[in-house]
């Protein structure tokens, strides 16, 4: 062998052990800060980020799922409500960031031909899933085919993960919401506080509202008929409903709703005016709330009992949009009237 082919062999063995140092320094800075929750989330400090909710779920659930026999289902405000305790029961949370009722349609088909039959049903409800343009789909590949999740190995030796591990790490979060060591999340508060609106005016292009899109919950409910029903609309800024009210889209917004309870054994309303949702010391944004909120919700969800919300069951609709009016008038209009 020549000098220049040692050398050119020499200069290889180098790139290779480079490589493999590099390589398994990204799989075990993945495996140890695992951001899409393979394992048991970060072992170093407790705190995961919502990365990629939408894998890092089926992640935690798959490998239990005859573990379970209750699910719920929602966006980033579902993804706060922790587990409700209902007797006999052990549920999952499967909310994720920006979730639409479409997306859990794909996974509630996903998870029924896996064989999951859940004796309860849970689904957070959104009003943003009624408003604007057709609703997107934005499930994983391997849920839309039915195919199992990326292995480990796979998803940790790239470079996303390891970015998703380094932001973590650096603290440099995507929202603000973080996961505990036991899965549950939470807000991460301002430095300085939320900050209501100081007037409401009608806006030039007002979203619309398709009342019609219940017809999708109907759809999930029906995966699985064997379960009971339960559902809550999650709680929201009481200026945001007013806003409804000042565009016009009260009427249209309330009959989603209403169409929607039709699907349900329960539904329970904490997006009408209340104070819980004219306070701005209990959230980050008007959509997102502190854990003593979502404690509420959760034991609400076992109770049946809306307080500080409604109960579309309970309620004549005449009655809960006689609710709504009194309530925006009082929590919204006289208080924005009175800071004037």
Not at 7 to 17: E, R, S, T
Not at 183 to 200: E, K, S
């Amino acid at each position: 062998m020549t000098g220049a082919h040692a050398a050119v062999w020499q200069y290889l063995a180098i790139l290779a052990a480079v490589v493999a140092v590099l390589t398994a320094l990204c799989l075990g800075a993945n495996v140890l800060i695992d951001p899409l929750w393979y394992f048991r989330g970060n072992r170093i400090t407790g705190v995961n980020y919502a990365f990629n909710e939408r894998v890092a779920k089926l992640n935690q659930l798959l490998p239990r799922l005859a573990e379970y026999d209750c699910v719920m289902f929602g966006s980033s405000t579902t993804t706060l409500v922790p587990l409700p305790h209902i007797a006999g029961r052990r549920c999952f949370n499967l909310g994720f960031s920006g979730g639409l009722v479409t997306e859990f349609l794909v996974y509630a088909k996903y998870l029924r031909a896996r064989g999951f039959e859940p004796k309860v049903l849970i689904v957070g409800v959104d009003g943003f899933d009624f408003e604007g343009p057709a609703l997107k789909l934005n499930a994983p590949g391997f849920v839309k085919t039915g195919d199992d999740p990326p292995p480990v190995w796979k998803s940790y030796l790239s470079v996303d993960a390891f970015m998703f591990s380094l932001r973590t790490v650096l603290g440099h979060f995507p929202n603000r919401r973080l996961y505990d060591r036991d899965f549950r999340c939470h807000i991460i508060a301002r430095r300085t506080p939320y900050q209501a609106p100081a007037t409401l005016e009608p806006q030039a292009q007002p979203p619309e509202i398709h009342p019609e899109r219940a017809d999708l919950y109907a759809e999930l409910r029906r995966v699985f008929p064997e379960a009971r029903a339960l559902a809550f609309v999650a709680p929201n800024a009481a200026w945001s409903i007013a806003q409804y009210k000042i565009d016009g889209l009260l009427d249209a917004y309330l009959e989603g709703l209403r169409r929607t309870a039709a699907s349900f054994d329960t539904f329970l309303d904490f997006s009408i005016p209340s104070e819980i949702t004219v306070s701005t010391t209990n959230t980050y944004d008007g959509v997102h709330f502190d854990d003593k909120v979502n404690d509420h919700i959760a034991a609400a969800l076992v109770s049946g009992d809306a307080t500080p919300g409604i109960d579309w069951k309970r309620e004549s609709t005449p009655a809960i949009k006689a609710a709504y009016e009194e309530r925006i008038d009082r929590h919204v209009t006289k208080l924005l009237a009175a800071q004037r």
